[in-house]
């Protein structure tokens, strides 16, 4: 059982560029986050979905995008990349709403815009 | 506006208890969570808190919740080496959200000889 997995699992980027990481949740969970960890900061939200169709803003969401492309899959995507977007990002899935369950957490993505 | 907040770092002698403290803001959470990650990993869920609890044991680690003061802790018995790690504190502000789980910064344990 895999649980949540994200790829690529680092990434360096120039400025200006574009890529998608990936997501994928084989517990067959309703809801899926992206977070982005910097240090001293915890966790911030950036964008949610709820259940599969569905996607919602969080905490962070400027300079990125979603799609939930089926009830698995939930990609986090950054149209032009920014130092400010150097980060870890992870990825989380949830059951039912996060409640007493919490969430399940990918293994990161460890990006770096140079 | 939710607010989670922790001291950043605490360092413990291998076999003490570590003791991590917590504050949260908003008075309708319902569960509370302490994570744990490890270096290079994800966050694990350690254990959770209903708020109607005011303490949950589970084998070395107690949770103790006083809702009046809005303070969570977690006990760590016979502190390991394996115990070192970021624990995050957690809350989950109502039943209606589509569970934008609130988490504070993490406090780094490391454990001393």
């Known amino acids: 059982n895999a649980g949540v997995t994200q790829t690529p699992k680092f990434q360096v980027l120039k400025t200006g560029q574009s890529m998608t990481l990936q997501c994928a949740q084989d517990?067959?969970?309703?809801?899926m986050y992206w977070y982005r960890q910097d240090p001293g900061m915890g966790l911030r939200l950036i964008y949610y979905?709820?259940?599969?169709?569905?996607?919602d803003k969080g905490e962070v969401p400027n300079g990125y995008n979603v799609s939930r492309l089926n009830k698995r899959e939930f990609s986090l995507r950054l149209e032009s990349a920014a130092p400010s977007q150097t980060s870890v990002y992870f990825c989380?899935?949830?059951?039912?709403?996060?409640?007493?369950?919490?969430?399940?957490f990918g293994s990161g993505t460890r990006l770096t815009v140079v | 506006g939710e607010d989670v907040e922790q001291s950043l770092f605490l360092s413990v002698r291998e076999g003490d208890s570590s003791v991590i403290n917590c504050t949260y803001t908003?008075?309708?959470?319902?569960?509370l969570y302490w994570y744990k990650q490890e270096p290079g990993a994800g966050l694990q869920l350690l254990t959770y808190?209903?708020?109607?609890?005011d303490m949950k044991q589970d084998q070395r680690l107690t949770v103790l919740l006083n809702k009046k003061d809005k303070h969570l802790s977690l006990r760590i018995a016979d502190t390991q080496t394996g115990d070192s790690a970021i624990y995050f504190c957690?809350?989950?502000?109502?039943?209606?959200?589509?569970?934008?789980?609130?988490f504070g910064s993490g406090t780094r344990l490391s454990i001393r000889p």
């Open positions: 989380a899935s949830s059951e039912r709403g996060g409640l007493n369950y919490g969430y399940t």
């Open positions: 517990m067959n969970h309703n809801s």
């Open positions: 979905s709820a259940s599969e169709g569905t996607t």
């Open positions: 908003d008075s309708s959470s319902t569960y």
């Open positions: 808190i209903f708020s109607n609890m």
């Open positions: 957690a809350e989950s502000p109502s039943y209606s959200s589509a569970s934008k789980i609130i």
